[in-house]
């Protein structure tokens, strides 16, 4: 079964930084795109940022733009989301996901920017 891991949230004054990670498995990891989602109460889940597989390519959300970094380890099948710069508007649960067919998430994880 796919499945999908996220971690690293937590709680972060504005200007802080977290790493987040997404741990994978049930599926040949290498050929997929990877995404980072995040998701506010009330509101639709949005894309933060996307990394393709064989070239590595990345896109942004104009949010995190010049923020935050996206990246992968393909052979420990796992993605992370280096997030600086933090500001309240960031906070969100954030959530991992694979387009194979449909989309598959992982649990979330918390981020809290606050002061």
């Known amino acids: 079964q796919v499945q999908l891991v996220e971690s690293g949230g937590g709680l972060v004054q504005p200007g802080g930084s977290l790493r987040l990670s997404c741990a994978a498995s049930?599926?040949?990891?290498?050929?997929?795109?990877m995404s980072w989602y995040r998701q506010v109460p009330g509101k639709e889940r949005e894309l933060v940022a996307t990394i393709t597989s064989v070239s590595g390519t990345t896109i942004y959300a104009d949010s995190a733009k010049g923020r935050f970094t996206i990246s992968r380890d393909n052979a420990k099948k796992l993605m992370f989301l280096q997030m600086d710069n933090l500001q309240s508007e960031d906070t969100a649960v954030y959530y991992c996901?694979?387009?194979?067919?449909?989309?598959?998430w992982g649990q979330g994880t918390q981020v809290t920017v606050s002061s």
């Open positions: 996901s694979v387009l194979i067919g449909r989309h598959f």
């Open positions: 049930g599926f040949t990891f290498g050929p997929y795109a």
